[in-house]
């Protein structure tokens, strides 16, 4: 009997399955055939169920890789908006005549339409990073009852370029353009200088802050900005300032060249190259950026991405040198309320950023301004958030189509709940692009 109740296991397991039910019925010493029958049945149950369990689990996990994965890819395309405009990139290069120096304005047509006649006609506008005035020219010229246009920058190079552009622009005898070679923290006092008293007591219709460096900057190694150029290690937007980079890696102490590394520059192998750095300054200190590459090369581990790995490394110590330099973070921060307090009312501030740091600092001085408009109020970020007086619509705003998602405030809209990126076509064609946020915000 028992063999036959062996013979029955054998037949009714797969052939890969019978050698070790059949060997293990077999070290069964008495069992009743229908036991063992039984017996036999509930381990094949329990085989085919937990291969099936295995097989299950398998796919669920797999299933859920892909979902998370889509999902996360999801979030992170929730996170912004990608522009859906067609750039016209050729007509971009156009507007720059000089091809030695040429800036491609980054989203040039997101940034028309934000200042579109649509919405509030500008009568006055203010540029606070003119660069090449890519951006300001093409505002001008698709303007024309723009009676006072206000542009500033920090770079004698940038100033004389723009100014250059912007005056040669045929407008109506009503308009005046006026340049600065200033620092956009001074947007206030320069508002007063002007020589339109209107301006100032009720305020601009439009201000743009395009961040960043110009590609005349970037491109000329004797500025100390380009990661793969040897030049001084300078770093200044403008050349009148007296810290430079050089100054930062040779005598700050090690401990503020290592929060720089990690703050500013968000690497997380700050502190071995802090003492690298430190190391260097025993040997006569750092004074080309081909030097500070090397120290960087040298700190970065093949095993970390070769190439690419440092100079990824040392893209993130530029930017971090770049920032201490200029003060960037905290001239942003302050320039934002200072920008948005010379807003007249239904007057738009865009910003264009280029790092995670400087969109952290615009997206949440944004919720502190929508909010209560004052510095240093005692309304975190994370509270406002959740506060109900944001009001979020999510329909299309009736005629401009390129606002989705807003975000209501007391003092104003928030017209970019997520920021706006570049179209893929714009990155594609513009690598410079690629890291480009917007947001606008307008004031009741
Ligand atoms: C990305 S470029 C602007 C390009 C410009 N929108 C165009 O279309 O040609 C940024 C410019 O901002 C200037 N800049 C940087 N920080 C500044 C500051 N704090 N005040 C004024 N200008 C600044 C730089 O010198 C640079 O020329």
Redesign the pocket.
């Known amino acids: 009997m028992a063999a036959k109740a062996k013979q029955m296991m054998q037949m009714t397991l797969s052939p890969f399955l019978s050698f070790s039910v059949a060997s293990s019925v077999s070290a069964l010493p008495v069992i009743h055939p229908s036991k063992s029958r039984a017996l036999l049945m509930s381990a094949c149950r329990s085989i085919s169920t937990s291969t099936d369990t295995n097989k299950k689990k398998k796919k669920k996990s797999k299933e859920s890789k892909i979902w998370h994965s889509k999902s996360k890819g999801l979030a992170k395309e929730k996170r912004r908006t990608r522009s859906l405009r067609d750039c016209d990139i050729e007509t971009e290069e156009k507007e720059v005549d000089d091809s030695s120096c040429a800036?491609i304005?980054?989203m040039l047509g997101e940034v028309l339409d934000v200042f579109s006649p649509n919405s509030k006609p500008l009568c006055s506008f203010v540029?606070?990073?003119?660069?090449?005035?890519?951006?300001?020219s093409a505002i001008i010229q698709a303007h024309p009852q723009l009676k006072v246009f206000i542009g500033?920058?920090?770079?004698p190079l940038?100033i004389q370029l723009?100014r250059s552009r912007i005056h040669a622009l045929s407008q109506s005898p009503h308009f005046q353009a006026f340049t600065f070679l200033?620092?956009?923290?001074h947007i206030k006092s320069l508002l007063s200088q002007v020589d339109r008293p209107d301006i100032l007591s009720s305020g601009v219709d439009g201000i743009?802050m395009?961040?960043?460096?110009?590609s005349?900057?970037v491109n000329n190694p004797n500025r100390g900005f380009a990661v793969l150029a040897n030049g001084p290690l300078d770093m200044r937007?403008?050349p009148q300032a007296s810290l430079k980079a050089e100054d930062i890696l040779n005598s700050w102490p090690d401990s503020e060249v290592g929060r720089i590394l990690r703050d500013y520059g968000e690497e997380s192998n700050w502190r071995f190259l802090q003492n690298k750095i430190v190391l260097a300054r025993l040997q006569g200190g750092l004074h080309s950026t081909g030097e500070l590459v090397d120290v960087i090369r040298s700190a970065s581990p093949v095993s970390r991405g070769g190439r690419q790995g440092w100079v990824k490394t040392a893209t993130r110590v530029f930017q971090a040198l770049r920032i201490a330099v200029?003060d960037?973070l905290r001239?942003l921060e302050d320039?934002l309320y200072a920008c948005f307090d010379c807003l007249a009312p239904g007057g738009r501030l865009a910003v264009i950023s280029f790092h995670s740091l400087e969109d952290r600092i615009v997206k949440q001085t944004f919720l502190k301004l929508v909010d209560c408009n004052k510095k240093g109020g005692d309304v975190s970020v994370e509270e406002s958030e959740i506060r109900d007086l944001k009001r979020i619509k999510s329909e299309d705003s009736g005629k401009e189509l390129w606002i989705r998602q807003t975000i209501q405030g007391s003092n104003g809209i928030i017209l970019t709940k997520r920021p706006i990126t570049p179209s893929e076509k714009e990155e594609g064609l513009n690598r410079r692009s690629r890291s480009a946020k917007l947001r606008v915000i307008q004031k009741v």
């Open positions: 800036h304005p980054v540029d606070c990073t003119l660069g090449a005035a890519g951006h300001a500033m920058d920090v770079d940038a723009a200033k620092n956009y923290r743009l395009d961040l960043g460096m110009s005349m900057q937007m403008d200029n960037e001239t320039s």
